[in-house]
């Protein structure tokens, strides 16, 4: 059973989770809380500034007032209305909204307000309080699909991540106390422990150089040459590493999204999750710039188009017909083996999803079972277009 309030709890779900469907206010509310987080995160980098300090404080202490208030608002409702998430549901209230608050997106938002009110009562170092409001900026990974990735390849790669810098570690260690053997009879204050040679291992292996350690020995030179060139292969590893999980992580989202979208299709409706899959795995996106055109009339067809994002316009007698996002053209003349009937434009930016002939016809010999049912669709659709041009 819901709690009282609950259409009027959905209703600010909706305003400020991510879903489906964004409205204009949706969209105001983001904006106006990504400008005050990067207002704030400004106004505490400008403040260590003395002119400005001096001569804007004043602003700067309203810009903080007005952020925290915002930030306070936020926290709140977001609090109250963690229990409408799809994920949590609405039988355990109060299970929902402490998943919300130990959550990370809880944790940065709290963090966004707390320091301004523990300093109420327990006076904080002023650069300190400083720092702690620099924090705020992490409220843009909300919004921003960087960062969530980047935590994702995180996650997914830490095992190699882990490895490798356990490697690095270990010769970190390694080298130091080599070079430590080399060179403290030579600078004994510089060089003067394994730890202190540490110093010059960190610099070293990272190819920074920064030149206030180095050896004097013509063994500690060359053994330094080596350190150098471990260290560009090692540093390496993890960039690799990073390398493949960036593009395997954004692989799978794109995978994701373009079954959904495929699974929308009226053509595919009905088809098994695995079906759908392996069609999916056969498209390949395309994104078409504003006026371009992406078939004209009388060409062969070679493929069949899915609308991601945009808008098209099918050139058809007596009036244009327009098709957006879940829509699709060109199967007809595809399933047909005949020519384009009609040209089509994009009339904005358009994301496709294009399926190759070759790879259809594939797809109907290795299934008979999904023949059977294209077959089905494609007489039905046949019959429609002697009676909507647009169709075809």
Same mark, same amino acid.
């Given at each position: 059973m819901a709690e009282p309030g609950g259409s009027l709890r959905a209703y600010f779900y909706d305003l400020l989770e991510e879903t489906e469907h964004t409205s204009p206010l949706e969209e105001s509310i983001k904006l106006f809380l990504c400008v005050a987080a990067v207002a704030t995160v400004a106004a505490a980098a400008l403040e260590t500034m003395e002119s400005l300090r001096v001569r804007y404080a004043g602003v700067f202490y309203d810009v903080e007032i007005l952020a925290v208030a915002l930030f306070t608002v936020?926290?709140?409702?977001?609090?109250?209305?963690?229990?409408?998430?799809?994920?949590?549901? =609405?039988?355990? $209230?109060?299970?929902?909204? &402490?998943?919300?608050? /130990?959550? #990370?997106?809880?944790?940065?938002? @709290?963090? =966004?307000?707390? $320091?301004?009110?523990?300093? &109420?009562?327990?006076? /904080?170092? #002023?650069?300190?309080?400083?720092? @702690?409001?620099?924090?705020?900026?992490?409220?843009?990974?909300?919004?921003?699909?960087?960062? #969530?990735?980047?935590?994702s390849v995180i996650r997914a790669e830490s095992r190699p991540l882990l490895a490798a810098f356990l490697v690095m570690a270990v010769l970190l260690v390694v080298e130091s106390g080599i070079m430590f053997i080399i060179e403290r009879r030579a600078q004994p204050q510089i060089f003067a422990s394994i730890p202190h040679t540490m110093w010059w291992a960190i610099v070293t292996m990272a190819t920074v150089g920064y030149g206030d350690v180095v050896p004097v020995t013509p063994a500690g030179k060359l053994f330094g040459g080596v350190v150098m060139v471990v260290g560009i292969a090692m540093f390496a590893v993890p960039a690799g590493i990073l390398a493949s999980g960036f593009a395997a992580e954004i692989r799978k989202r794109d995978f994701v999204v373009t079954w959904h979208t495929v699974a929308r299709m009226p053509l595919f409706a009905g088809l098994e999750a695995s079906r759908i899959a392996e069609i999916t795995g056969l498209?390949?996106?395309?994104?078409?710039?504003?006026?371009?055109?992406?078939?004209?009339?009388?060409?062969?067809?070679?493929?069949?188009?899915?609308?991601?994002?945009?808008?098209?316009?099918?050139?058809?007698?007596?009036?244009?017909?327009?098709?957006?996002?879940?829509?699709y053209f060109g199967e007809i003349a595809l399933l047909r083996d005949t020519v384009r009937t009609a040209t089509v434009v994009a009339r904005k930016e358009t994301q496709l999803l294009a399926l190759d002939a070759t790879d259809f016809r594939n797809l109907l010999e290795a299934h008979p079972e999904l023949k059977a049912q294209i077959d089905a669709v494609a007489e039905e659709r046949v019959a429609q277009a002697h009676l909507d041009p647009a169709k075809r």
């Open positions: 936020d926290y709140f409702l977001r609090w109250w209305v963690a229990p409408e998430s799809e994920a949590t549901g =609405a039988a355990a $209230p109060w299970r929902a909204r &402490l998943r919300y608050a /130990v959550g #990370p997106y809880g944790i940065i938002d @709290l963090l =966004a307000i707390l $320091p301004f009110y523990f300093d &109420l009562f327990v006076p /904080v170092q #002023p650069d300190w309080l400083r720092v @702690l409001r620099l924090l705020r900026l992490l409220k843009l990974a909300r919004y921003s699909p960087g960062l #969530p990735l980047f935590v498209l390949k996106r395309r994104v078409i710039p504003a006026r371009s055109a992406i078939v004209h009339r009388g060409e062969p067809a070679d493929a069949m188009f899915f609308i991601m994002a945009g808008e098209v316009e099918v050139e058809v007698p007596p009036h244009p017909v327009r098709l957006g996002p879940g829509q």
